[in-house]
C-alpha cells in the first residue's frame, strides 16, 4: 500500500496558497486585458510585425540604459574596495522592463509615442518603392555628400554615419539610448536606476555605498547622453544646411523618397513649413494624411508632386485608402497655399508652449 506523497513543510506550504490566491488575482488581470483589446478599434490596434519592432526597441533601449548604470556602478564600487558589492551588482540582473511594465511606467505616453513613430516610420522606410531616375547615378546622400558645399557636404556624412550606427545597433539587436530625446533618456535613467537599487536591496539589503555608486552612475549617463547625434537631428540640420528653394523641394521630396530616406524627407519637409521634426513626423505617419495633404501644399507642392508622395506612401503603408486619396486630389491640389499656412499655424508653435496650450484646454477637476 502506498504511502503518499510527504506533506510539505509549513513555508512550502504557505507559498502554495499564496500562488493559488494570486492565481484569481492575475486570471481577473488578464479578462480585463482581454476585454479590453476585444473593444479596441482596428485602427488603434498594432499589427504583429509593429508589436514586436516595438517590443524589440523598448527591451533594448531599457537594456542598454540600464547596462550602462550597473556596469559603471560596479566600477566605483571597485574602485573604492567593495569587490563582493560590486559582483552582487553586475550578477543580480532583474528584469527591468517587467519591473517597470508592472509599476506602470512603460505606459507613459511620451515614451511610447517616440518608440512608436520611431518604428512605424523604419518599418514605412523599408518598404518605399526604390525608383532611379538614372541609372548608375549614385544615391542622393552620396551625391550630397559629395557636392561643392562643404556645410551641406558634412552634413550629408554625417546623416550617413549616425544612419549607420542606428542600422547597426539594430541588427545587433542593440540599439543605444541615445537614440531617445534628452527628456525620455532622463526619465529611463532614473527609472532604470530605482529599479536596479530595488533589485540590489531585496538580495544584499540597504547599502548606502551601493546607493551612491547607482546615483554617480545615472549622473555619468545622463552627462554623457548627446541627442545631437540622432538621426534624427542629424537629419534636420541636413535640411537646414540644405535650405531647399522653392522649385527644388518638390524633387528633392521625391528624391528622399525613392530613395527611402523617409526622415530626410520629413526633415525637409519640416524646414520647409516651419514645423518641428517631431511634429512632421506625426502627421507623416497619419494614414489619414489631411494634416501631411495640408503640409505638402502649405510648401506650395502642386498637384503631381503630391500625387507621387502619396502613392509612395501609399504603397509602403497599408493603412492609407489610396482610393479615398484619389477621390479628393483635385480638392487637396486646389487648397490655396496660404490657406494651408494658416491652418497649421498652431503646429508651428514651440512645442513647450503647444503642450502648455493644450494643459489649459483641459477642464479642471476643481
Known amino acids: 500500500m502506498s504511502a503518499g506523497p510527504p506533506p510539505l513543510d509549513r513555508a512550502s506550504l504557505d507559498a502554495r496558497l499564496a500562488a493559488a490566491r494570486g492565481a484569481a488575482g492575475r486570471a481577473a488581470a488578464r479578462l480585463t486585458g482581454t476585454i479590453a483589446d476585444f473593444f479596441l478599434a482596428d485602427d488603434a490596434r498594432l499589427d504583429e510585425r509593429t508589436r514586436h519592432a516595438v517590443a524589440a526597441v523598448l527591451a533594448a533601449t531599457v537594456g542598454a540604459v540600464e547596462t550602462d548604470i550597473r556596469r559603471h556602478a560596479a566600477r566605483i564600487l571597485a574602485g573604492r574596495g567593495a569587490d563582493a558589492r560590486a559582483e552582487a551588482l553586475l550578477q543580480n540582473h532583474d528584469e527591468v522592463v517587467r519591473r517597470l511594465a508592472r509599476a506602470g511606467l512603460l505606459r507613459d505616453r511620451r515614451l511610447m509615442d517616440e ?171 497619419e494614414p489619414e494624411g489631411d494634416r501631411l495633404w495640408l503640409a505638402l501644399r502649405a510648401a506650395a507642392l502642386d498637384r503631381a508632386t503630391i500625387a507621387q508622395i502619396a502613392l509612395a506612401l501609399a504603397d509602403a503603408d497599408p493603412r492609407r485608402n489610396i482610393e479615398q486619396f484619389a477621390d479628393e486630389l483635385d480638392a487637396i491640389a486646389a487648397v490655396p497655399v496660404e490657406a494651408a499656412r494658416s491652418s497649421l499655424a498652431p503646429l508651428t508653435l514651440h512645442h513647450d508652449l503647444r503642450a502648455a496650450i493644450d494643459a489649459l484646454t483641459r477642464e479642471s477637476n476643481w
Do not use: K
Not at 549614385?138 to 562643404?150: K, N, Q, T, Y
Not at 541588427?171 to 537599487?197: F, K
Not at 537631428?233 to 522649385?247: C, T
Open 115 to 285: 518608440l512608436l513613430a520611431r518604428v512605424r516610420a523604419d518599418l514605412i522606410a523599408e518598404a518605399l518603392p526604390i525608383h532611379h531616375a538614372v541609372a548608375d547615378r549614385p544615391s542622393l546622400l552620396i551625391r550630397l555628400a559629395d557636392v561643392d558645399d562643404s556645410i551641406v557636404a558634412a552634413a550629408a556624412r554625417a546623416l550617413l554615419a549616425a544612419e549607420a550606427r542606428r542600422r547597426s545597433a539594430s541588427d545587433n539587436g542593440t540599439p543605444g539610448a541615445g537614440d531617445l530625446t534628452a527628456e525620455r533618456h532622463h526619465q529611463l535613467v532614473w527609472w532604470s536606476a530605482a529599479c536596479i537599487r530595488e533589485a540590489s536591496a531585496a538580495a544584499i539589503g540597504e547599502d548606502a555605498a551601493v546607493d551612491r555608486a547607482i546615483v554617480e552612475a545615472a549622473h555619468r549617463s545622463l552627462g554623457a547622453h548627446d541627442e545631437g547625434g540622432r538621426v534624427e537631428a542629424v537629419a534636420m540640420r541636413l535640411a537646414g544646411a540644405i535650405d531647399a528653394r522653392a522649385d527644388e523641394l518638390g524633387p528633392l521630396l521625391l528624391e528622399a523618397l525613392a530613395d527611402r530616406r523617409l526622415l530626410l524627407f520629413i526633415a525637409v519637409l519640416g524646414r520647409a513649413v516651419d514645423l518641428d521634426f517631431d511634429v512632421a513626423r506625426e502627421i507623416l505617419l
